[in-house]
C-alpha cells in the first residue's frame, strides 16, 4: 500500500509539473502599427538639349529616387507609398528671329516596379502625373519605395521656312530648354509590436 501511494503521489506531481509549464508558454502575437507622414517636397532643375538641333548632347533625364531613403522615418521602421505627385514646368523662351515659333514638348514618365506610367509629349508648359491611378494600385506603390522618374524633351525651337527654290528649309534657332520638376508624396510608416496573447 505504501508503495501504490509513493506513485501515485508522484504522478501527480508531474501532472503539476507540466499543467504550470503549459500554462508558461504564451502565444506571441506581432500587432502593425502605422503612422501617416507628408515628405517634404523634392525639388530638381534641369535643361536638355533639342534632339533636332546638331551635336545634341542631352535629351532626357533620368531620377532614380529611393523615398525609404528620403522620408524621415524612426530608424528601422518601414515605408509604404501611398501617393506621389510629379509636376514638371518650362517656359518656352521663344528664341530665335523669325516668322513661326515651335513650341517645347516635354514628356514625364514613372517607373513603379515593371510598370512605366507616360504623360506623352505635351506642350502645355506644365505636366502632372499622379500615383496611384488606373496603372499603378495602392498595394503596387506600396511594395516600390524606389522609383524612376524620366523627364523627355521633343523637337523644339522657332524656324525659319523661307521659300527656296528646292523646298522649304527647317532651320533650329532653340537649342533645348530649361525645367523644374517637384515631387510631393505621402507615406505610412509602419512598424510592428509583440504583445502575449
Not at 501532472?15 to 507622414?37: D, F, H, P, S, T
Not at 502625373?129 to 521633343?154: C, F, H, R, S, W
Not at 517637384?182 to 510608416?189: K, M, N, Q, R, W
Amino acid at each position: 500500500m505504501v508503495k501504490k501511494a509513493s506513485m501515485a503521489v508522484a504522478a501527480l506531481i508531474v501532472v503539476a509539473i507540466l499543467a504550470v509549464a503549459g500554462c508558461g508558454e504564451k502565444e506571441v502575437k506581432r500587432i502593425r502599427q502605422e503612422e501617416e507622414g507628408v515628405g517634404e517636397t523634392l525639388t530638381f532643375d534641369g535643361h536638355l538639349d533639342n534632339p533636332e538641333w546638331g551635336g545634341a548632347q542631352r535629351t532626357q533625364d533620368v531620377y532614380e529616387i529611393d523615398f525609404a531613403q528620403e522620408a524621415n522615418v524612426t530608424e528601422g521602421r518601414e515605408v509604404q507609398l501611398t501617393r506621389l505627385t510629379v509636376n514638371l514646368r518650362w517656359v518656352d523662351d521663344h528664341s530665335g528671329t523669325d516668322s513661326q515659333d515651335v513650341t517645347d514638348p516635354f514628356m514625364v514618365n514613372i517607373t513603379v516596379g515593371n510598370v512605366t506610367v507616360s504623360s506623352g509629349f505635351r506642350d502645355t508648359g506644365q505636366i502632372t502625373l499622379t500615383l496611384p491611378n488606373n496603372q499603378v494600385t495602392d498595394k503596387m506603390l506600396a511594395e516600390n519605395t524606389t522609383v524612376q522618374i524620366t523627364v523627355y524633351i521633343g523637337d523644339c525651337g522657332t524656324y525659319a521656312a523661307p521659300p527656296f527654290i528646292f523646298g522649304r528649309l527647317v532651320r533650329y534657332y532653340d537649342t533645348g530648354n530649361d525645367y523644374t520638376m517637384t515631387v510631393d508624396y505621402s507615406y505610412l510608416e509602419v512598424w510592428y509590436e509583440t504583445k502575449n496573447a
